[in-house]
DNA sequence: TAAATATATAATTAATTACTTATATAATAG
DNA sequence: CTATTATATAAGTAATTAATTATATATTTA
């Protein structure tokens, strides 16, 4: 228990992951979108994606040509990751600003 | 805040680090006794303490030639510490061990 | 004051992690 | 069926982190 909550925090201390995690407390979202957010190359966001599906905090599902992301509430540590999210700012804008650019649009998804 | 929460996440992700502040959550403790309960070397665990104080989230006190460190409950990421601590076993038993095998007397701190 | 004890710091090395580029797979549109 | 779009994976590299050994500092005791 004390190895396997160490291992959640080392995957939640990057700040893109627990950007991240935020964002889907808000929404679904696809790869795309992320990497619109994160300014990072898509390879880098999948590997972040990865860990965290890895570790059972996201699933995953396809949707057409989209994996589309979301929280698992069902993992064991999903009250962890609510407690820790009291602790961050809603990244809820970070979605809005990229609906604004236009960009949401343009990527279809 | 955002940064900073993962910067203290990432400290709390580490299996050593967070066991030491499970063990202050129940006791002030100095570097020896976690020496003993970590089987590791006196330079690594004094560098995990450094981590942690830099990071206020634990204070440091001398007493005598030994130097007590405790939980910072002024941490404006105390609260924070609180709810993850939720998440692991209780460390007590870890002193206890140290205590029935004598060697918390024998190292006289 | 010299020896012993407790702790910290510096320097090095080993291990891990994050990111990049290149390539592969899967779905859709023409 | 080919081109395009979305995503994943692999391989390599750079950066970061954890641990070790050696040494320095501070306190206590004889």
Request: hydrophobic share 35%.
């Amino acid at each position: 228990m004390l190895d396997s909550t160490a291992n959640i925090l080392k995957l939640l201390g990057d700040k893109t992951r627990l950007s991240m995690i935020g964002l889907l407390s808000h929404n679904e979202c696809c790869v795309c979108e992320f990497v619109e957010v994160f300014q990072m190359t898509q390879p880098a966001i999948s590997q972040h994606l990865r860990k965290l599906k890895d570790a059972k905090l996201v699933n995953e599902k396809r949707k057409g040509q989209w994996i589309i992301y979301s929280l698992n509430s069902e993992s064991e540590y999903y009250p962890l990751v609510l407690d820790v999210l009291k602790y961050i700012p809603s990244q809820a804008e970070k979605i809005n600003e990229i609906e604004q650019k236009g960009l949401r649009g343009d990527l279809n998804c």
